[in-house]
């Protein structure tokens, strides 16, 4: 069928970690696919991630150009239908994130192509590939076929794949950009850093997290006797952080902060994956929700399957007469 | 400004059992209940937000069945001027890219400055439909928007980025905007607006009228097919807590304190 084409995503000076993991699962996938594994890099000034994809790929597409020092969705747009067209490969993998949605839609309809977002897997079923996602934020595994002649596009799921490797020795490819100068209906203007609170959850050994579950902004109280009671900081979904019961510096997940804590106690939190790539690297997760089928379940160390207002308010007291 | 915005009438499965129905490529949604997308939510605000700066129009845009009538009344009561909603079972809803060719129908034979949608609906989570719509319009887009800017002929767009970066942009109009949630604060309908909301027009459309071929829309003409749904298989090592909700408090506490976990 062809190639397998993974656009390397980077920013402000950092390749980001979808791309290794996407050339992880490539790699198991061109095989069966008769074709190679093609990084494709578009950039400025950023020679030393060429050289590293070479370690994950067996080609590496370069184009370098000042035109694309900063992703610009029209820009990168207009080389990928160059670069596809060229190159015919069989599969493009890009990230399933802020820049890849900005993009492949996009790209999907310009070119026609077979395409579907949020992959999470990729199987083999009698000799055709079929991508796998999710429907109802998890609760739900859908196998898609593609129909029609590659090349296949999707968006593929962050933190889905351990990344293996450096194992190869591929080579870079420069290749001329086929944009020779600024277009322009999107101009990239500047970066705005994340606002800064007055205590940084990355560093909190007990944290206390808080989501739509509650309900109320008034029922906040229970999550602060908790949280007072074990000396834990409180965080909180995306959902409680923009309905305004906490500031936005205390959201935990990908748009949020990624917490390291030694106990992470998810209070009403259903477990989205965007909420779980956030903190399912702590010591000892609890998690507290009512609906059994409820995502957070699969990172917990241990499950309370209940109402929140009942058990809350027990459990505070309880630990409470504990410590003493 | 003239404004659309795309709404989306979504389940809240979030406290609810799903079960795949007997086609295997459905799901039994006779126990859901059913509102508003919540990113559309912010989306008919941030429109609503314009026009009551700029002057100009809101159009509110659903695709779906009569029952997403009440919510998009609401959308109205907000401050919508008119509606229309698209009902055809001929149009392929599981292909995002399907979805949008309807949408731009309905945009293109109409003059427009901006074009709002959700950044994601939550029930299948594509993050396609904004995107895909703004390249069948042949306008400029912004996607994950939560800060949004309107000047002259042109918008400043913040793009909420990984780890809450935001990425600032500047597009000229005509152009789709996805909005994220937490860009504003979604109002409630004031009495007055869900009564005039009444009046307001709600047209309803097959894609013949949107001058759409079935052939254009439906599965057969999709390139991808969903195949199956299942439920996944959920492994989880967590010990589960059993008891009356005050002794697995109790038990819990225990476990934390004696356990050395705190
Ligand atoms: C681009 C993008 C980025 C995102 N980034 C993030 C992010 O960084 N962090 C993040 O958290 N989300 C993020 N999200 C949102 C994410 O998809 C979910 O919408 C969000 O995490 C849901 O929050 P929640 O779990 O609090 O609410 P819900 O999903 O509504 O879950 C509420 C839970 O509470 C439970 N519950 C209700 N009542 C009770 C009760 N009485 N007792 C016990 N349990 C109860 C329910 O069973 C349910 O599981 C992002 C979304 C997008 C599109
Ligand atoms: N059936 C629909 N009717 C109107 N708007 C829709 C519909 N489906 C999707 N959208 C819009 O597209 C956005 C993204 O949806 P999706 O790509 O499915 O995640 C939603 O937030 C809506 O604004």
Redesign the pocket.
Known sequence: MGDVFVLAEHRQGVLRDVTLEMLTKASGLAEKLGGETVAVLIGSGVDSFAEKLTGYSDKVLFVDNPLFSDYNSEKYQKVLVELIKQYNPGLVMIGHTTQGVDLAPALAVEMNLPFVTDVIDLEFVEGKLQPVRQYYQGKVNANFVFKGEPPYLITFREATVEVTGPSRQGKVEKVESPLKEDIGYRKFIEYVEAEVGDVDITQSEILVAVGRGIKEEKNMALIEDLAKAIKADICGSRAATDAGWLPHDRQVGTSGKTVKPKLYIAIGISGAFQHLAGMKGAKTIVAINKDPDAPIFSVADFAIIDDLFKVLPKLTEKLKELRG | MKTFV???RVPDTSEAEVKVDATGKDVDSSRFSFDI?D??NY?VEEAVLIKEAKGGTVQV????PQDADVMIRMALAKGGDSAIRIDDPRIN?VD?LK?AKV?AAVIKSQEFDLVL?????SD???????VALAEELGVPHAAMVKKLEVEDGKVKAYRELEGGIAEVVEITLPAVI?IQTGINEPRYAPIRGIREAQKKELKVLKIDDLGLAEDEVNAASSLVELQKLYIPEVVSRAEVIEGAPEEKAEIMATKLVKGGLL
């Open positions: 795309c709404i989306k997308n990113a559309d989306a845009i659903c695709m779906g809803a995002p979805v949408l949608t959700g950044c994601m609906a299948d989570g594509s993050m396609a439909v904004g996805t």
